[in-house]
């Protein structure tokens, strides 16, 4: 198994800046990627950014590029969203992903919320 601590979220204003991350733990060697999405009041899951462990490709919504990073530190297991200039439609609870794909697996952290006011 694997699992995931999340840390980060909190409440900024419009235009401000956060950093997420997420700390694996338990069966990491397994990871292939890590990600983030987000879930919004009344919507679906939504995809953010997710990064290739080993390589470190990186891939974002469209939504979000230009204005998030995505990272990882291999020796920590951690993986890192950094938020810049956010706006009210990027209020959501953020969830840490991290994908087994040879067992078709997908674990989930918990959630934290980021608010952004205007």
């Known amino acids: 198994q694997v699992q995931l601590a999340e840390s980060g979220g909190g409440l900024v204003q419009a235009g401000g800046s956060l950093r997420l991350s997420c700390a694996a733990s338990?069966?990491?060697?397994?990871?292939?990627?890590m990600g983030w999405f987000r879930q919004a009041s009344g919507k679906e899951r939504e995809f953010v950014a997710t990064?290739?462990?080993?390589?470190?490709?990186?891939y974002y919504a469209d939504s979000v590029k230009g204005r998030f990073t995505i990272s990882r530190d291999n020796a920590k297991n951690t993986v890192y969203l950094q938020m810049n200039s956010l706006k009210p439609e990027d209020t959501a609870v953020y969830y840490c992903?991290?994908?087994?794909?040879?067992?078709?697996?997908?674990?989930w952290g918990k959630g934290t919320l980021v608010t952004v006011s205007s």
């Open positions: 992903n991290a994908r087994i794909r040879t067992l078709n697996l997908d674990y």
């Open positions: 990064i290739r462990w080993s390589a470190g490709s990186t």
């Open positions: 338990g069966r990491t060697f397994s990871i292939d990627s």
